[in-house]
Protein backbone atom coordinates (compact mmCIF):
# COMPACT_ATOMS: atom_id res chain seq x y z
CA UNK A 1 0.00 0.00 0.00
CA UNK A 2 2.67 2.57 0.85
CA UNK A 3 4.53 1.99 -2.65
CA UNK A 4 0.72 3.46 -4.18
CA UNK A 5 2.22 7.33 -2.73
CA UNK A 6 4.16 9.14 -4.81
CA UNK A 7 6.81 12.11 -4.29
CA UNK A 8 4.80 15.60 -5.67
CA UNK A 9 5.59 19.23 -6.36
CA UNK A 10 4.30 20.55 -2.64
CA UNK A 11 1.31 23.55 -3.35
CA UNK A 12 2.34 27.00 -4.11
CA UNK A 13 4.08 28.61 -1.40
CA UNK A 14 6.16 25.86 -0.31
CA UNK A 15 9.63 25.98 0.24
CA UNK A 16 10.59 22.27 -1.42
CA UNK A 17 8.95 19.47 -2.52
CA UNK A 18 7.21 16.94 -0.51
CA UNK A 19 5.91 13.46 -0.26
CA UNK A 20 1.83 13.12 -0.54
CA UNK A 21 -0.18 10.73 1.71
CA UNK A 22 -3.69 10.48 2.03
CA UNK A 23 -6.15 10.52 4.79
CA UNK A 24 -6.07 6.96 5.37
CA UNK A 25 -2.11 7.21 5.73
CA UNK A 26 -2.63 8.17 9.52
CA UNK A 27 -4.95 4.61 9.70
CA UNK A 28 -1.88 2.78 8.39
CA UNK A 29 0.34 4.86 10.47
CA UNK A 30 -2.03 3.57 13.44
CA UNK A 31 -1.46 -0.28 12.14
CA UNK A 32 1.67 0.09 12.19
CA UNK A 33 2.52 0.85 15.58
CA UNK A 34 -0.61 -1.83 16.86
CA UNK A 35 1.58 -4.12 15.20
CA UNK A 36 4.86 -3.76 17.28
CA UNK A 37 3.67 -3.44 20.32
CA UNK A 38 3.63 -7.22 20.84
CA UNK A 39 7.12 -7.33 19.02
CA UNK A 40 8.42 -4.66 21.65
CA UNK A 41 6.90 -5.99 24.74
CA UNK A 42 8.46 -9.13 23.65
CA UNK A 43 12.40 -8.07 22.93
CA UNK A 44 14.62 -10.54 24.99
CA UNK A 45 16.65 -7.15 25.63
CA UNK A 46 13.81 -4.89 26.65
CA UNK A 47 14.45 -4.09 30.54
CA UNK A 48 11.22 -5.36 32.64
CA UNK A 49 9.71 -2.01 33.79
CA UNK A 50 6.32 -0.84 35.00
CA UNK A 51 6.57 3.30 35.07
CA UNK A 52 4.12 4.69 32.46
CA UNK A 53 7.23 7.02 31.07
CA UNK A 54 9.13 4.25 31.28
CA UNK A 55 7.05 2.14 29.66
CA UNK A 56 6.79 5.01 26.69
CA UNK A 57 10.44 5.80 26.33
CA UNK A 58 10.81 2.07 25.88
CA UNK A 59 8.13 1.88 23.51
CA UNK A 60 8.93 5.49 21.12
CA UNK A 61 12.95 3.65 21.08
CA UNK A 62 12.21 0.76 19.75
CA UNK A 63 10.04 2.41 16.97
CA UNK A 64 12.43 4.52 15.93
CA UNK A 65 14.93 1.80 15.18
CA UNK A 66 11.86 -0.36 13.56
CA UNK A 67 11.08 3.00 11.47
CA UNK A 68 14.35 3.88 10.30
CA UNK A 69 15.24 0.42 9.09
CA UNK A 70 11.42 -0.52 7.27
CA UNK A 71 10.80 0.87 3.96
CA UNK A 72 7.87 3.42 3.62
CA UNK A 73 8.33 4.18 7.78
CA UNK A 74 11.87 5.68 7.32
CA UNK A 75 10.16 8.99 6.63
CA UNK A 76 9.10 9.13 10.38
CA UNK A 77 10.54 9.46 14.14
CA UNK A 78 9.06 9.43 17.26
CA UNK A 79 9.40 11.39 20.01
CA UNK A 80 8.10 11.62 23.74
CA UNK A 81 6.59 14.55 25.98
CA UNK A 82 5.71 16.97 23.30
CA UNK A 83 4.02 20.65 23.79
CA UNK A 84 0.49 20.32 22.33
CA UNK A 85 0.34 23.05 19.57
CA UNK A 86 -2.22 25.11 21.24
CA UNK A 87 -1.62 24.22 24.92
CA UNK A 88 2.60 24.28 25.23
CA UNK A 89 2.38 23.95 28.97
CA UNK A 90 1.20 20.46 28.47
CA UNK A 91 2.56 17.36 27.04
CA UNK A 92 1.52 14.74 24.94
CA UNK A 93 3.17 11.34 25.67
CA UNK A 94 3.84 10.47 22.20
CA UNK A 95 4.21 11.82 19.08
CA UNK A 96 5.33 10.59 15.15
CA UNK A 97 6.53 13.14 13.11
CA UNK A 98 8.21 13.30 9.75
CA UNK A 99 12.16 12.89 9.70
CA UNK A 100 13.81 15.01 7.19
CA UNK A 101 11.42 15.04 5.05
CA UNK A 102 7.89 17.29 3.64
CA UNK A 103 4.64 15.12 4.41
CA UNK A 104 1.49 16.50 2.88
CA UNK A 105 -1.84 14.84 4.14
CA UNK A 106 -5.22 16.30 2.42
CA UNK A 107 -3.88 19.61 2.16
CA UNK A 108 -1.79 19.76 5.74
CA UNK A 109 1.47 20.25 5.55
CA UNK A 110 3.86 18.68 8.39
CA UNK A 111 7.59 19.13 8.94
CA UNK A 112 10.34 17.56 11.06
CA UNK A 113 8.85 19.86 14.31
CA UNK A 114 4.97 18.98 13.70
CA UNK A 115 3.03 16.40 15.49
CA UNK A 116 1.00 13.69 12.90
CA UNK A 117 -0.84 12.79 15.54
CA UNK A 118 -1.30 13.03 19.05
CA UNK A 119 -1.08 9.59 21.79
CA UNK A 120 -1.67 9.78 24.81
CA UNK A 121 -0.29 6.28 26.81
CA UNK A 122 -2.08 4.72 30.03
CA UNK A 123 -1.67 2.06 32.82
CA UNK A 124 -3.77 -0.05 33.21
CA UNK A 125 -4.88 -0.41 36.16
CA UNK A 126 -3.97 3.44 37.07
CA UNK A 127 -1.59 3.33 39.67
CA UNK A 128 -2.69 3.77 43.48
CA UNK A 129 -1.37 7.11 44.64
CA UNK A 130 -2.64 10.25 46.26
CA UNK A 131 -4.21 12.95 43.53
CA UNK A 132 -4.99 9.58 40.82
CA UNK A 133 -8.15 8.17 39.95
CA UNK A 134 -8.72 4.60 38.78
CA UNK A 135 -10.93 5.72 35.97
CA UNK A 136 -8.41 7.75 34.57
CA UNK A 137 -8.10 6.32 31.15
CA UNK A 138 -11.63 7.60 30.79
CA UNK A 139 -11.85 10.80 32.81
CA UNK A 140 -10.29 11.77 36.30
CA UNK A 141 -12.77 13.05 38.79
CA UNK A 142 -9.52 14.99 40.68
CA UNK A 143 -7.78 16.68 37.99
CA UNK A 144 -7.50 17.34 34.15
CA UNK A 145 -5.27 14.07 33.68
CA UNK A 146 -8.37 11.72 32.02
CA UNK A 147 -7.29 10.55 28.67
CA UNK A 148 -10.39 10.76 26.59
CA UNK A 149 -11.05 13.64 28.66
CA UNK A 150 -8.14 15.39 27.60
CA UNK A 151 -8.78 14.81 23.94
CA UNK A 152 -12.54 15.83 24.54
CA UNK A 153 -11.68 18.71 26.28
CA UNK A 154 -9.00 20.22 23.73
CA UNK A 155 -6.66 19.83 26.30
CA UNK A 156 -4.44 17.63 23.89
CA UNK A 157 -4.54 17.44 20.53
CA UNK A 158 -7.51 20.28 19.27
CA UNK A 159 -5.54 20.82 16.11
CA UNK A 160 -5.99 17.32 15.27
CA UNK A 161 -9.34 15.04 14.01
CA UNK A 162 -7.46 11.78 14.74
CA UNK A 163 -5.66 10.55 18.33
CA UNK A 164 -4.63 7.46 19.56
CA UNK A 165 -4.69 6.25 23.27
CA UNK A 166 -1.65 3.32 23.88
CA UNK A 167 -3.01 1.05 26.87
CA UNK A 168 -0.19 -0.69 29.00
CA UNK A 169 -2.56 -3.62 30.20
CA UNK A 170 -0.62 -4.85 33.51
CA UNK A 171 -3.01 -6.93 34.94
CA UNK A 172 -6.63 -8.75 33.74
CA UNK A 173 -7.33 -9.24 30.39
CA UNK A 174 -7.84 -7.11 27.42
CA UNK A 175 -11.73 -8.64 27.96
CA UNK A 176 -12.08 -7.19 31.08
CA UNK A 177 -10.46 -3.78 31.25
CA UNK A 178 -12.88 -3.16 27.29
CA UNK A 179 -16.06 -4.12 29.81
CA UNK A 180 -14.53 -1.74 32.78
CA UNK A 181 -14.07 1.09 30.47
CA UNK A 182 -16.94 1.19 28.87
CA UNK A 183 -18.48 0.57 32.09
CA UNK A 184 -17.41 3.83 33.45
CA UNK A 185 -18.36 6.00 30.66
CA UNK A 186 -21.97 4.09 30.87
CA UNK A 187 -21.62 5.85 34.40
CA UNK A 188 -20.95 8.89 33.09
CA UNK A 189 -23.51 8.87 30.89
CA UNK A 190 -26.54 7.89 33.25
CA UNK A 191 -24.51 10.85 35.83
CA UNK A 192 -25.74 13.16 33.18
CA UNK A 193 -21.88 14.61 32.87
CA UNK A 194 -21.92 16.94 30.17
CA UNK A 195 -20.22 16.23 26.93
CA UNK A 196 -20.44 12.28 27.68
CA UNK A 197 -22.88 10.17 25.39
CA UNK A 198 -22.71 6.72 23.90
CA UNK A 199 -20.51 7.66 20.35
CA UNK A 200 -17.11 7.87 23.54
CA UNK A 201 -17.58 3.73 24.42
CA UNK A 202 -14.75 1.70 23.04
CA UNK A 203 -15.82 -0.69 19.69
CA UNK A 204 -13.12 -3.38 19.17
CA UNK A 205 -11.83 -3.45 15.87
CA UNK A 206 -9.37 -6.04 15.88
CA UNK A 207 -7.88 -8.27 18.43
CA UNK A 208 -4.97 -10.66 18.91
CA UNK A 209 -5.42 -13.39 20.97
CA UNK A 210 -1.73 -14.85 19.81
CA UNK A 211 -0.06 -11.24 20.46
CA UNK A 212 -2.20 -10.49 23.39
CA UNK A 213 -3.22 -7.52 21.98
CA UNK A 214 -6.03 -5.39 20.67
CA UNK A 215 -7.16 -2.27 18.58
CA UNK A 216 -10.27 -0.53 19.13
CA UNK A 217 -11.71 2.76 18.05
CA UNK A 218 -14.23 5.81 19.77
CA UNK A 219 -15.73 9.23 18.33
CA UNK A 220 -16.24 11.61 20.90
CA UNK A 221 -17.85 14.94 20.36
CA UNK A 222 -15.29 17.84 21.84
CA UNK A 223 -15.69 21.03 23.40
CA UNK A 224 -16.71 24.37 22.05
CA UNK A 225 -16.08 24.96 17.56
CA UNK A 226 -13.99 21.74 17.86
CA UNK A 227 -14.83 19.29 15.61
CA UNK A 228 -14.70 15.47 16.14
CA UNK A 229 -12.60 13.44 17.00
CA UNK A 230 -11.59 9.80 16.27
CA UNK A 231 -9.59 8.18 18.74
CA UNK A 232 -7.77 5.27 18.42
CA UNK A 233 -7.04 2.59 21.01
CA UNK A 234 -3.85 0.49 21.03
CA UNK A 235 -3.75 -2.12 23.92
CA UNK A 236 -1.16 -4.66 24.65
CA UNK A 237 -1.15 -7.54 27.63
CA UNK A 238 2.44 -6.90 29.44
Given at each position: ?6 T ?20 A??E ?64 P ?56 S ?59 A ?25
Amino acid sequence: MLAEYETVVAPSGALEPGLYRPQTWLIALIEFMAAQLPLWRDRADRQAVAAETALTSQLCAHLNSVARKTAGWDILQFRIEEPDTRHPGRRIDLVPAPAGELLWIGERRYGDFDTLLPIECKRLPTPKARGRDKREYVRSGVSTTGGLQRFKSGLHGADHDQAAMIGYVQSLTIERWTARVNRWIGALIRLGVPGWEAGDSLELESRDLVGGAARFRSVHTRDGALAPVTVHHLWVEL
